[in-house]
């Protein structure tokens, strides 16, 4: 059986995920982290300019909890508007993009699950 593990952010390098702008982001599980199988968990800080610009995950269910800052997320074309303590909801293989309203950093953390094969 796998321990558990804590995993410090601010001991962790951050990159600039593919099709984004102006972000950060820490990978704190996934296979390589901790040797997650089906789940990956990351934060992320968008900051103002920046932008997630439209993707998909095919067979994975994603999300994303906004911890500050305010953002415009599409998803399947559909637009909203979402703030601190909200959650958006990425059906897997959904197209979807996310991006910061105003000045200040956008900081989510990003979730993804996949179904085991």
């Not at 303590?85 to 910061?100: D, F, N, Q, R």
Request: proline residues 8%.
């Amino acid at each position: 059986m796998d321990k558990g593990k804590v995993i410090k952010v601010a001991e962790l390098e951050s990159f600039m995920p593919p099709a984004h702008t102006n972000t950060d982001a820490w990978i704190i599980i996934n296979k390589d982290t901790v040797g997650a199988k089906l789940t990956s968990f990351s934060l992320t800080e968008i900051r103002p300019g920046g932008e997630a610009e439209e993707t998909t995950h095919p067979g994975a269910e994603h999300g994303l909890f906004i911890l500050s800052g305010i953002g415009e997320a599409v998803v399947q074309g559909e637009k909203f508007i979402v703030h601190p303590y909200e959650c958006i909801w990425v059906p897997p293989g959904a197209k979807h993009s996310l991006k910061p309203i105003g000045n200040q950093t956008l900081r989510a953390l990003v979730f993804s699950v996949k179904p085991e094969e």
